[in-house]
């Protein structure tokens, strides 16, 4: 059988390399492609990678072919005004190009959309940040207001600094205020009790309040004190003298 | 087309009767790309295949690319050289024509094609064959007066999973970037002859399968799936009913059986007395006793 086909495989013709065209190459190695060990092992099942293969095969062929047909003076490219009829009409053509436009289009409304809700969500962020800084700043106003109502800072600079940058504000009565900072008695109780804002059981007493001592005053305890119910006290120091002694003095400095 | 066109080579494309539109198709684009081929009516399935050959002779053709469907459903094709030459049958599969969407390159009609081989087709003898003769089927002759001078176009024979696949590409640039124009299909290789349509058989596929056999092997494993489910059903009902196991006659056991005493036949000659009829106050009559029913069956 092997003799038979080789006989007539010698039986083929033989012509000329520029009248048969053909090319026996294996694919081009694509450098991308994941290794050149297992090129041969192309899946037949694995669709895109066959045509890949088909396409690599076909690029070789095309890379030996052309210097070798450019040496024969064979022309392959086409002049831009050689009109002939082609393999498909035009109309063909315009239907092909109408539904690569059409694809092109449906991905393109399909990404405006993503971008656009992803537009809307930042969107919506930076705008609760806005209003969030607006009601902080407002409720900083106020505090500044009441601070000066109550007379805690007597400087009006807060109303100043409004338009100008941050930095006047930080120099300005910002700094006094953060100084003084919270009520005496709230740096008290923040120091006895920490940090984490008003807690439900504040004011109970725990092991170590209980067993604090040191706000003990033994004059207060024992009532020996000046005593706090005193109507005017520093009045009464200096106690104005009654009418005999007035008049005595009166005299005597006569 | 300047030039003396030397290589007087004609392919006659033609087809069988009982072609599907897909094939039709199929014949076309080859007729549009190979501006060296000939067309014919479609031939009469009564008639044997070495006819074919006369007809060739008839349009004075030296090669042929034969369409034959069967069945409606399986398509061959014939590609041979025939005043002597050899010949090959191969099933088609996978058609796919010029006119679908997803094939977005042209050609100019009749430019001639490079041929591109896998290097399969140097290794084996029959593979060596058949590329000689694809080679002088689908290479169009250099100065044939239908043909266009540009080269612009290429046919890829690849073989994968023993078989040949054929694509037709466009080439854009001269760096190789390429657009598949054209038809595509799949060849599936049978049997080569000697003779064209005839003669002694050079090789036989041993991977081929015929369309039937395939068919037939699919509907052969849904009907053996069947029969396994209804043998298993089979066994488990024999299981149930389960084989009746014989236990011996114990004596013991009838030692307690006392027959009853037998009571003398007594035969009543005159009616007995009836019974007072004693009407039931506390049973409702007919229709309440319906409407009862119904309350009851309603709340239920």
Known sequence: ?254 | SQGKWKNKKRVLIFSSRGINFRTRHLMQDLRTLMPHSKADTKMDRKDQLFVINEVCEIKNCNKCIFFEAKKKQDLYMWLSNTPQGPSAKFLVQNVHTLAELKMTGNCLRGSRPLLSFDPIFDKEPHYALLKELFIQIFGTPQYHPKSQPFVDHVFTFTVTDERIWFRNYQIIEEDASLVEIGPRFVLNLIKIFQGSFGGPTLYENPHYQSPNMHRRLIRLSVAAKFREKHHVKEVQKMKKKGSKVLVKEDPTEVVFETPAEEKPVEIQLVKPESKPIVKDKKKLRKIQRKKQKKLFKTEA
């Open chain 1, 1 to 254: 059988q092997n003799g038979l086909k080789q006989c007539l495989a010698e039986f083929r013709q033989q012509l000329a390399w520029v009248e048969r065209l053909d090319v026996t190459l294996g694919p081009v190695v694509d450098p991308v492609s994941q290794s050149a060990s297992d090129t041969d092992a192309v899946d037949p099942e694995n669709d895109f990678q066959r045509e890949m293969s088909f396409y690599r095969q076909a690029q070789a062929a095309v890379l030996e072919a052309l210097p070798r047909l450019r040496k024969l003076q064979v022309p392959t490219r086409r002049p831009d005004d050689y009109f002939a009829e082609m393999a498909k009409s035009d109309q063909q053509m315009q239907k092909i190009r109408q539904k690569l436009k059409s694809k092109q289009e449906a991905m393109e409304r399909s990404e405006k959309a993503k971008q656009l809700r992803a537009m809307r969500k930042y969107g919506k962020k930076v705008q609760t940040e806005i209003l969030q800084r607006r009601q902080k700043e407002k409720k900083n106003m106020l505090n500044a207001v009441k601070k000066y109502q109550k007379g805690l800072s007597d400087k009006l600079d807060f109303l100043d600094d409004e338009q100008t940058s941050s930095q006047g504000n930080k120099k300005g009565s910002a700094s006094q205020r953060t100084k003084k900072g919270p009520n005496a008695k709230r740096r008290y109780k923040n120091q006895k009790f920490g940090f984490g804002g008003k807690k439900k059981g504040s004011k109970w007493n725990t092991k170590e309040s209980f067993n604090d001592v040191s706000s003990f005053q033994a004059k207060v305890a024992h009532n020996k004190g000046p005593g706090k119910t005193r109507k005017g006290g520093k009045k009464a120091l200096n106690k104005r003298p009654g009418k005999r002694a007035r008049q005595k003095m009166k005299n005597r400095a006569h």
